[in-house]
């Protein structure tokens, strides 16, 4: 499978399942346990179910870092369904937030791959000065 | 928005991350064979907490908008760092340590 291939196949993954979240969402705004929320509740297993063999596949095909940093845009999805299927309102605070948590799970999911290479730099510069030193 | 829903709504994703935890303690382990492997007694505990969370989310939902939630869930990387850090003495990086201040930031901006 190709980069992009697997790339668009992830992100369609990824809106199917936030709208796991819309049927949590209708469920809740039923009355618990009646007929009505036990279907909304199923599909959002159901929906959770398929999502995680689909994730399974699809980490197969890229780094899970990639993937994990990607995932973040259900926060986009959330913010989307909300404004088209529940009339909720798209706030500047929100749209904001949104972005400051995109951009710090990315620095979060790359955190573990960055240590080392941080390290290598340390000791590089370090050598480096111990070299001008010797210069002198 | 209700204070009380959020409260609500973070404690699924926390249960959920702890659910996560166990199941990675599970994979590190050795079985006899592959049933072992998926019917053990941490893989249906992990499964069990993993179902009863989906059911809090729902309750949770009763008081936030959607468009919160998903926002919400994202505490679940500081959640899984600290129990990664705590329980399975994993590291946190500097790189994840400035990112996870970022997420909790920006999930308090979006509440504003």
Redesign the interface.
Known sequence: MSKFKSFVILHIILALF?VS??F??L???EE?LSFKWIIY?GA??FI?FVYAIAWQQIIKQMPIVTAYANK?V??I???I???I??K?D?TV??I?????????????????E??EP?KIRDVMNSEAANKEDDCR | MSPLHVFIYVFSVFISSVSQIILKSSADMKYDNKLKEYLNPRVIIAYGIFFFATFVTVYAYKGIPLSVGPILETTGYLWISLLGYFILKEKISRRKLIGLVIVVAGIIISCL
């Open positions: 936030s979240a819309v949590s969402k469920a809740a705004m618990s509740y959002v297993l959770m973040a259900t926060v999805w959330g913010i369904y909300g404004l299927i529940f909720e798209i605070p929100k904001i937030g949104a972005v400051i948590i995109i951009a710090g799970v990315y620095l979060v999911v790359t955190g573990d960055y240590d941080d």
